[in-house]
């Protein structure tokens, strides 16, 4: 039998890597990790046991074990290693190899390099952000919060030929890096303009608040945050009511209504492909960290610490 390693949630402290055997089902297929990325926004709120009740069964992921409220083993974005040496994206927990259904496997074309494909299922969250927000090329566009969806998202606009891109990030490394990918930041505190559109996704009452006093008449603001059961306080009673300004959700895991007739999740994830051959993302500076490591990467974001926007996981 084959005996896989798996990161585990024990409670909201403590992340461990636990030992277990394999026992595929009929017509699965065995394959080898070699990346898998976290996703430190979801998978924070995850370790530290604030998905609220009425979404535990709606937040499972594929392969996931265990439940919310611990232990859970949890995760979604591994390239993976075929017997025949091909490599594939799977959305799967954190394990150094795995036994998958062949229809829920996406292989990586040969010129995709392999830590690039790790970016795949957060791509699909920026992507679908873009499509929420349908900016326009000459709208005046407000992005708050630059941590790694943020910053996926920023791409994602400039590729989509969006250039008048603002970025409001109170951390000085995190705005460094907005600058240094090309984005102009602004100090969230003497804003002295107004934006058509604003992308928030720092996760805070703050942030979100930044988004709806300084927007422009029907001004359009796409939350991506996820609070969890975190409650949120701010303030509608001034522009939010008189600017008539809209706040809309956006989630990855449906296709936006809008969208359903041109696109589904398939295509939708061949996009992601596409884009992320494009040289730009080259640039992202993306720590890779032994797999063993993986609890005292969690034990950082729990303590709200991450050191950098993600973390790529080497098997």
């Keep these: 039998?084959?005996?896989?390693?798996?990161?585990?949630?024990?409670?909201?402290?403590?992340?461990?890597?636990?030992?277990?055997?394999?026992?595929?089902?009929?017509?699965?297929?065995?394959?080898?990790?070699?990346?898998?990325?976290?996703?430190?926004?979801?998978?924070r709120?995850?370790?530290l046991g604030q998905v609220p009740p009425a979404l535990h069964k709606i937040m499972?992921?594929?392969?996931?074990?265990?439940?919310?409220?611990?232990?859970?083993?949890?995760g979604y974005s591994v390239v993976a290693r075929s017997v025949e040496g091909k490599h594939y994206h799977v959305m799967h927990p954190h394990q150094n190899v795995l036994s998958v259904d062949p229809d829920s496997i996406t292989e990586i074309p040969i010129e995709l390099p392999l830590w690039k494909a790790g970016l795949i299922s957060n791509l699909e969250t920026a992507l679908t952000a873009y499509w929420d927000g349908d900016p326009k090329p000459q709208e005046k566009i407000l992005l708050v919060g630059f941590g790694w969806?943020?910053?996926?998202?920023?791409?994602?606009?400039?590729?989509?030929?969006?250039?008048?891109?603002?970025?409001?990030?109170?951390?000085?490394?995190?705005?460094?890096?907005?600058?240094?990918?090309?984005?102009?930041?602004?100090?969230?505190?003497?804003?002295?303009?107004?934006?058509?559109?604003?992308?928030?996704?720092?996760?805070?009452?703050?942030?979100?608040?930044?988004?709806?006093?300084?927007?422009?008449?029907?001004?359009?603001?796409i939350e991506v945050s996820w609070y969890g059961n975190r409650m949120v306080n701010i303030n509608l009673g001034e522009n939010f009511h008189y600017k008539r300004?809209?706040?809309?959700?956006?989630?990855?895991?449906?296709?936006?209504?809008k969208m359903m007739a041109n696109w589904n999740v398939k295509t939708r994830k061949s996009e992601v492909l596409r884009l992320l051959t494009n040289p730009w993302w080259d640039q992202f500076e993306i720590p890779v960290v032994p797999f063993e490591?993986?609890?005292?990467?969690?034990?950082?974001?729990?303590?709200?610490?991450?050191?950098?926007l993600t973390y790529l996981l080497k098997y």
């Design 1 to 43: 039998m084959t005996i896989a390693k798996s990161l585990w949630h024990i409670n909201s402290l403590q992340s461990v890597i636990q030992e277990a055997g394999l026992s595929p089902r009929q017509g699965q297929i065995q394959l080898q990790s070699v990346y898998s990325l976290i996703s430190p926004g979801t998978e």
């Design 45 to 47: 709120t995850v370790a």
């Design 60 to 74: 499972q992921v594929p392969y996931m074990e265990g439940s919310f409220n611990f232990p859970v083993k949890y």
């Design 149 to 221: 969806i943020g910053g996926l998202i920023a791409g994602v606009l400039k590729l989509k030929g969006c250039g008048d891109i603002w970025v409001v990030e109170p951390s000085l490394t995190r705005a460094a890096l907005a600058r240094q990918y090309g984005f102009r930041i602004i100090n969230g505190e003497s804003i002295n303009q107004e934006f058509d559109i604003a992308f928030h996704s720092s996760a805070t009452a703050e942030g979100l608040q930044t988004c709806v006093d300084h927007m422009n008449w029907e001004g359009r603001i």
């Design 245 to 257: 300004l809209t706040i809309q959700s956006s989630q990855v895991s449906r296709i936006p209504k």
């Design 293 to 308: 490591e993986a609890p005292m990467i969690f034990d950082q974001l729990r303590m709200n610490h991450p050191g950098s």
